[in-house]
């Protein structure tokens, strides 16, 4: 079992900045992506950002756009997510998530999605 827990979030204004935190406990996730999903009212969980642990290769969604960064800190066990430049349509729920890669892929859809954190609260004010 992988334990995920997840901060970070609060309210802040468009334009703003924010960092995400996903501290993992229990089983190695050295072999797994560890990485975020977000969900908005009214819509799916989809995914965001993901790093490899044991490589640190980065992943993110296209609509990221270069605007956010995910790192990892191996001695603390911890997942970061920078956001910058944030947008209204940001405005989501954030799930830190772990998984072991599939076919050596990273998993990018949330029902394959094997652990989840509590999810934090991200609200951006236009």
């Known amino acids: 079992q992988v334990q995920l827990v997840d901060a970070g979030g609060g309210l802040v204004q468009a334009g703003d900045s924010l960092r995400l935190s996903c501290a993992a406990s229990?089983?190695?996730?050295?072999?797994?992506?560890v990485g975020w999903f977000r969900k908005a009212p009214g819509k799916d969980r989809e995914f965001v950002a993901a790093?490899?642990?044991?490589?640190?290769?980065?992943y993110y969604a296209d609509f990221v756009q270069g605007r956010f960064t995910i790192s990892r800190d191996n001695s603390e066990n911890t997942v970061y997510l920078q956001m910058s430049s944030l947008k209204f349509e940001d405005t989501a729920v954030y799930y830190c998530?772990?998984?072991?890669?599939?076919?050596?892929?990273?998993?990018?859809?949330?029902?394959?999605?094997?652990?989840w954190g509590q999810g934090t609260q991200v609200t951006v004010s236009s």
């Open positions: 229990g089983r190695t996730v050295s072999t797994y992506a």
């Open positions: 790093i490899r642990w044991s490589t640190g290769r980065t």
């Open positions: 998530a772990a998984s072991p890669l599939i076919r050596d892929k990273v998993v990018r859809v949330a029902e394959r999605v094997h652990y």
